[in-house]
């Protein structure tokens, strides 16, 4: 199993609906989990941490955190197009600071 | 407030060579890290430096070394180049541990 986990997508959903972006993690993974976006041809951009299991909010972002299932997701509302881009889940390795990366979420937002 | 700045944005090198990327980290960071972004994959770590001293590696050759200097920049250097080692090459910086990173514009490196 790798350690973090996302599908590659492409998803694509239609402008105002509500992009919900996935990624499971591994035991060799710690409980601090962050959301990057990376526009193409760019370097990514932190959106979200959280460190506790359950909700966290901030503005039309919500980062979902299961430590049980080992899951964690991005809920993104009132998706807009320039919300297009792929978004890299990662999660802190056990006993270092290193960050794990998924291989990232390509989503597209369509008028 | 700068970010994290790195240069040279672009950088073409040919098979065998040597090439040096720097780094300065965001204001009041003190912790560099490296990582390597392959065309359609998530970055991979390759160490990370605090107070001068590479703190921990990922699973990169020893062609891959670093340095980070008292004002906390940070340099990379890979030796005798791959055509593998094509990449974008990013700086992360941050303040402390169990924090996310604030990244770097990236290098592109294309290696010939």
């Known amino acids: 199993q790798k350690e973090v986990e996302q599908n590659s997508g492409p998803l694509s959903v239609p402008e105002g609906a509500i992009a919900s972006l996935n990624c499971t993690y591994s035991d060799r993974v710690s409980q601090s989990f962050f959301w990057y976006r990376q526009y193409s041809g760019k370097s990514p951009e932190l959106i979200m941490s959280?460190?506790?299991?359950g909700d966290k909010e901030d503005g039309r972002f919500t980062a979902q955190l299961n430590k049980a299932s080992q899951y964690v997701s991005l809920l993104i509302r009132d998706s807009q197009p320039s919300d297009s881009a792929t978004y890299l889940c990662?999660?802190?390795?056990?006993?270092?600071?290193?960050?794990?990366f998924g291989t990232g979420t390509r989503l597209q937002v369509f008028p | 407030d700068a970010g994290v700045t790195q240069s040279p944005t672009h950088l073409i090198k040919t098979r065998g060579q040597q090439v040096t990327l720097r780094c300065s980290p965001k204001s009041g960071h003190d912790t560099v890290s490296w990582y390597q972004q392959a065309l359609g994959q998530g970055p991979q770590f390759i160490f990370q430096y605090y107070e001068e001293e590479e703190r921990q590696r990922g699973n990169f050759p020893d062609r891959f070394s670093g340095h980070q200097f008292p004002n906390y920049s940070s340099e990379l250097n890979v030796n005798a180049l791959l055509l593998g080692d094509s990449a974008l090459y990013l700086c992360?910086?941050?303040?402390?541990?169990?924090?996310?990173?604030?990244f770097g514009s990236g290098t592109r490196l294309t290696v010939v």
């Open positions: 992360a910086s941050s303040l402390g541990t169990g924090t996310g990173y604030t």
């Open positions: 959280i460190y506790s299991n």
């Open positions: 990662a999660g802190g390795a056990i006993n270092t600071d290193k960050l794990i």
